[in-house]
């Protein structure tokens, strides 16, 4: 799977997946059962686009985990603990590949720190509830 590392925030990880290419391209392995941290149920998988300079996030949760990976793109990642108010940057992207571990309490944000559109494969441990989104909005990233 490659390389897993802690962060120096509480509970947060940041997975380096080996990159395997050849003629046809590409392949990595984002993220594994065995990595779910003893979640049984399934959540939900989604794909968000951002243009250029754009920021998506802000927010934090309360009981979500969810698990970020830029396969296309380069994007800048902070993180910001909400209990310590300690900071984590992380430079994520093709030429940057790492699946990141963001758990409840950590508000977190990405930027499209590129010029091409940024697209960013999340993986929630809750399927999405617009009537308990679990979403708080806290601004950390212009």
């Not at 003629?23 to 059962?33: D, N, S």
């Amino acid at each position: 799977m490659g390389q897993i590392t802690k962060s120096r925030m509480k509970d947060v990880q940041i997975l380096e997946p080996e990159k395997k290419s050849d003629e046809r391209g590409w392949l990595t392995e984002v993220l594994r059962k065995d990595q779910l941290d003893g979640h049984k149920e399934f959540g939900q998988v989604f794909v968000a686009v951002a243009p250029p300079g754009k920021v998506r996030g802000n927010h934090y949760h309360n009981r979500k985990i969810e698990w970020f990976f830029v396969p296309i793109g380069t994007a800048l990642l902070l993180l910001k603990d909400l209990e310590t108010g300690e900071e984590e940057k992380v430079i994520m992207g093709e030429n940057h590949l790492k699946t990141v571990k963001i758990i409840p309490g950590i508000v977190h944000a990405i930027k499209n720190t590129g010029d091409k559109e940024m697209v960013l494969l999340v993986y929630s441990s809750e399927i999405f509830d617009p009537e308990d989104p679990d979403t708080y909005y806290r601004k950390i990233l212009d």
